[in-house]
């Protein structure tokens, strides 16, 4: 295992923290044998719902989950297609195959987003929705989005799995479109001790769906099946974890933006780097990562390794090019340009100032060598 000065994440620091809070969680949930679909799993379904600005929250055993559901919950299937971007995790993309639908692949723009001016190129008649992808914690323009799937009676499914509490123009991201959905893998800003998934809706009848689908047809009894479903239940544990968790939530969100300043002041005018778009009136970003660009990001990576600092690159083959996957026909420059130089840099609540100091004079000296 590699031995870093300042790591990308790090989960025990977090733990140590609030560890008299963890451990009364799992007491409490241990000793009342609370497991599956308990009040703990419904008190944080309402406080995500009441927190995002939504009706309904349904918690799901991931991400991927709330994405494939929520894409079977809207009808997606064969010969529909639905408009996404190759600039994200393979779930997105997988959750309109594993449905039947087709993936149609949009380009991005500098703010690792979709390109609104270029959705409207790729619809077709057989065109059903748009998964907007919510990258590093950055709202994609909704406003525009929503107006085209007005116009072209389209579903849209906001994939805030790295969003959760970033707004555009004072609204929450997840809360825009006929559905929203959240991860909360351990890495994300509200990360559980596992995998854990969320989907945010309005309409009462798309709720009632992903509860069916979610525990194997079942809803209001165990005896009733509505339908044939799965099982992608929110754990009652991870569910009581969050819920705890949640009440530092803006308070780290805060801290991740003061991290941010922190970077944006200490990485400013270096030549050969492009920074993240930051916040303005309209966005405000909660920076699930702070990503900086350069086209000497592999050189960059090695010395930072070298240097004891941890960096993640995500992703560096865009989905249109992996070859398993047959999206290959895609031509997406900004996608592919961007996929070849970006780096996300060390960035979470408990990280110190000194740490973030040592992550920029490192970058700073490869940059003056």
């Known amino acids: 295992m590699e031995t870093y000065k300042v790591r990308f994440v790090n989960y025990p620091r977090q733990y140590q923290q609030l560890k008299r809070e963890f451990d009364k969680v799992f007491e409490e ?8 679909l308990r009040r703990h799993l419904e008190e944080f379904e309402k406080r995500i719902a009441d927190f995002v600005g939504t009706r309904y929250a349904i918690g799901v055993n991931t991400g991927t989950d709330a994405l494939y559901l929520s894409c079977h919950a809207l009808g997606f299937g064969p010969r529909d297609e639905v408009i996404t971007v190759a600039h994200t995790f393979v779930a997105t993309v997988g959750a309109i195959v594993q449905c039947g639908a087709t993936p149609i692949l949009a380009d991005i723009t500098d703010d690792f987003n979709i390109d609104v001016d270029k959705i409207e190129e790729v619809i077709t008649p057989r065109t059903k929705g748009i998964i907007p992808v919510h990258l590093n914690g950055h709202s994609c323009d909704m406003e525009k989005i929503i107006q085209i799937a007005k116009i072209h009676n389209l579903k849209v499914i906001e994939d805030s799995a790295q969003a959760l509490g970033a707004e555009f123009k004072g609204r929450r991201c997840g809360s825009f479109g006929d559905i929203g959905i959240f991860s909360f ?78 970077y944006d002041r200490g990485l400013e005018g270096v030549d050969d780097i492009i920074l993240h778009p930051r916040s303005n009136d309209d966005y405000f970003d909660v920076y699930q990562n702070y990503v900086i660009r350069t086209k000497y990001r592999d050189k960059l990576v090695r010395y930072l390794k070298t240097a004891g600092i941890e960096v993640l690159i995500s992703w560096p083959i865009p989905l249109h090019k992996q070859k398993a996957l047959g999206l290959g026909h895609f031509k997406l420059p900004k996608t592919e340009q961007i996929s070849s130089e970006v780096i996300s840099l060390p960035m979470y609540p408990e990280l110190q100032n000194d740490e973030v100091e040592m992550a920029i004079d490192a970058i700073k000296n490869f940059f003056n060598s």
């Open 185 to 262: 893998y351990p890495a994300k800003m509200l990360g559980g001790v596992g995998d854990g998934g969320m989907v945010c809706t309005n309409d009462k009848e798309i709720a009632h769906k992903i509860r069916a689908f979610r525990d194997n047809g079942r809803v209001d009894s165990p005896q009733i099946i509505e339908c044939f479903g799965w099982c992608t239940r929110l754990d009652n544990l991870q569910a009581a974890i969050l819920n705890m968790k949640l009440n530092y939530f803006n308070r780290w969100i805060d801290r991740r933006r003061k991290i941010a300043e922190l």
């Open 29 to 36: 949930i241990m000793s009342g044998g609370d497991f599956i």
